[in-house]
């Protein structure tokens, strides 16, 4: 329902101006399924999401339970895999909120239990939340996984069937509409109105553009002209301008490749301890947040372009993949960072090398990155985002890429 408030603005317009407001009451009684009914399709088709980590990989299979795994297989042997089972499927209780990302998000919580029985815990088994968020065009991804306490771990899991009930999508203050309509005597639009709308539109139009017809047939002397007959009109407003989605989608990932590229949009992933930032074309961190002692950061690599020249002769920076047409298309590129903070074990500075790889998603900021340590404080970052999709084939002789034409 709508509550149409009417205001007489004395204060702001003179002549004096009549506005209807066209509020938006509370929200209309839900009367559809609840979460578990909306959710049913996605525990019927038995499938699962994972998330891939620097040793360990996570398992969610929706309705089932979660497991956190690492498959080892060396030449001419069996394939060895550590797993543990985090939690099997038990009925919610509740459906609470939580800060997600810094904004307060209801969620579906299905609680998982009888998992791997814990030494630290006297061999209790371990159990999982997992908490099933709202997202109109995620993919059942996970998010994130946390362990909260011992052998207790939270996941939190990006769906779009949830969405369908309105007390699980994120909350969002409404935007109510003020019409405005001249009284008797009144001209068609307020004359300070008229001119902050030229004023706007003057530091809005680019400087080769000249005025137009338009713009002159809108100023308040020809106005006064008009008829009686005046149209509603929305306060302080702009024409609105309707933009089709694709375009503003392909301009947002220009923007976002030009700050990737020039590093000032870094990646951030890492579960556990230590968190990995990495900034194209500056550094490789790895840092842990305390709220007491502040933020402790480790460099492991920083970026000189003649040193990785010098590493791409002797080493592979850019690999292919076959297509099915037949053509070849870039699959990783693999950069050097050198010169990080100095290794306590080997008197040297670490170093890493940075694999770039695609990661399709619907999602732009969907980010993997893993650190491994084949030799001492000798790394290799893997980062797969979809940023990096869009720029893979851009990748000259020593990998370096660029913004696509």
């Known amino acids: 329902t709508r509550l149409i408030i009417l205001i007489f603005i004395l204060c702001l317009f003179s002549p004096p101006f009549l506005c209807l407001c066209h509020c938006q009451d509370e929200e209309k009684e839900y009367m559809g399924h609840g979460p578990a009914v909306l959710l049913a399709p996605l525990f019927k088709q038995s499938s699962c999401s994972y998330r891939i980590e620097s040793y360990w990989t996570y398992e969610v299979c929706h309705g089932k339970h979660v497991r956190q795994y690492h498959e080892e297989k060396e030449a001419g042997q069996k394939l060895n895999i550590q797993e543990y089972y985090l939690g099997t499927m038990s009925k919610p209780t509740d459906v609470p909120t939580k800060n997600v990302e810094g904004q307060l998000t209801p969620y579906y919580p299905v609680e998982m239990g009888n998992g791997t029985p814990c030494l630290l815990k006297q061999n209790q088994p371990r159990s999982t939340s997992v908490l099933y968020v709202c997202h109109p065009e995620a993919k059942h991804e996970i998010l994130s996984i946390a362990e909260v306490t011992t052998c207790e771990y939270e996941v939190v899991v ?108 870094c990646l951030h992933g890492g579960v556990g301890w230590w968190k990995y930032e990495f900034c194209y074309g500056k550094h490789v961190h790895q840092y842990h947040e ?75 900021h969907a980010v993997t990155v893993y650190l491994l340590e084949p030799q001492t404080c000798q790394y290799i970052l893997g980062v797969e985002s979809p940023v990096i999709c869009k720029i893979l084939d851009t990748a000259d002789e020593n990998g370096l890429l660029s913004i696509p034409s």
Not at 209 to 214: K, L, Q
């Open 158 to 265: 990006l769906t779009p069937l949830l969405c369908a009930h309105p007390k699980y999508r994120f909350k969002s203050s409404p935007v109510n509409t003020i019409l405005c309509q001249a009284l008797a005597g009144s001209p068609l639009r307020p004359h300070s109105l008229s001119q902050l709308d030229q004023q706007q539109e003057e530091l809005l139009r680019p400087h080769f553009s000249p005025a137009t017809e338009r713009e002159e047939d809108t100023s308040p002397v020809r106005e006064e002209a008009y008829t009686s007959t005046h149209k509603p009109l929305a306060v302080g407003g702009q024409a609105q301008v309707t933009v089709g989605t694709t375009h503003i989608s392909r301009l947002t990932d220009e923007q976002l490749i030009k700050e990737f590229l020039s590093g000032s949009y």
């Open 290 to 364: 305390d709220k007491e002692q502040g933020k402790s950061i480790v460099v492991v690599g920083s970026w000189n372009r003649e040193e990785h020249y010098e590493w791409a002769k002797k080493n592979v920076a850019r690999t292919y993949q076959l297509k099915d047409d037949g053509t070849q298309k870039v699959k990783v590129v693999s950069h050097f960072y050198g010169h990080g903070d100095v290794c306590d074990l080997t008197g040297k500075s670490r170093q890493v090398t940075v694999k770039l790889k695609c990661k399709e998603s619907e999602s732009p």
